[in-house]
């Protein structure tokens, strides 16, 4: 179950996003939020420090919390947030589907531990998934799920959500994800089922999640057509 604080976060992040605080304006006040969303003045503080980290607001001595964040013309995925793909379409405006390819019990061999980082012998589910946004395939998912984590995990749960699988039926609590992002050659697979255009490069993420338990149960590797879409993160100079 996630903190209170984090859906107060999502909540003014979804404002932001949608106008409703729009770009250099202030957001309401911490007593006006304390009162909103019946929370404690650390739960507000939480949310707003997560906001700043995120590049969403910045606050200034004296006036307020100022919204910095700006509308971008692709579809921006948060590197600091874990979000389903679902929420991320949501908050983008985007409709998506998802067309599983791959689902199947695998145990961890040499080449597969050194590119996922589970060990050899590990009991794996591996799925692949493509993305489907508005009409076209854009990102196309190849995963690993360490296989005690996810019992009970179907194709069907696959297409919809993983995540809220895991968080609502298996009790999880996901809290971590090491990323990293590369730029590769499209392979023979990638323009098979990806709508690639002229492109011949992707952007590459790799994620390796954690649980509340330290447990590393997930490596899903995205592979994305690159005129659509952006990471941010935010940098911070001087803290």
């Not at 009162?35 to 404690?40: A, P």
């Not at 145990?107 to 050194?114: G, L, Y």
């Not at 946004?133 to 799920?145: T, V």
């Not at 609502?168 to 971590?176: L, Q, R």
């Amino acid at each position: 179950m996630k903190a209170i604080y984090y859906d107060i976060y999502k909540a003014l992040r979804d404002k932001i996003i949608a106008g409703v605080y729009p770009y250099q304006s202030y957001i309401p006040s911490e007593l006006a939020l304390i009162d909103e969303y019946q929370c404690t003045h650390n739960t507000v503080r939480k949310a707003l420090q997560v906001l700043t980290m995120h590049g969403f607001v910045q606050p200034i001595r004296g006036k307020g919390v100022k919204v910095i964040w700006q509308p971008g013309k692709r579809t921006r995925f948060v590197l600091g947030d874990i979000e389903t793909m679902h929420e991320a379409a949501s908050r983008n405006g985007l409709e998506v589907s998802t067309q599983v390819r791959v689902f199947e019990r695998i145990v961890c061999d040499r080449s597969v531990a050194e590119l996922t980082g589970f060990r050899v012998g590990d009991e794996l589910v591996r799925v692949e998934r493509v993305r489907r946004f508005d009409g076209a395939n854009l990102i196309f998912d190849k995963s690993c799920f360490l296989a005690s984590c996810v019992e009970g995990l179907t194709p069907e749960i696959a297409a919809s959500s993983i995540f809220t699988f895991l968080e609502g039926e298996k009790g999880m609590t996901i809290t971590t994800s090491n990323r990293t992002i590369t730029m590769e050659y499209a392979t023979a697979e990638d323009r098979e089922v990806l709508d690639l255009l002229d492109f011949d490069m992707l952007a590459v993420m790799e994620n390796r999640t954690f649980n509340s338990e330290g447990i590393h149960f997930e490596t899903t590797q995205s592979r994305h057509r690159p005129d659509y879409f952006s990471f941010m993160t935010t940098a911070v100079r001087g803290y």
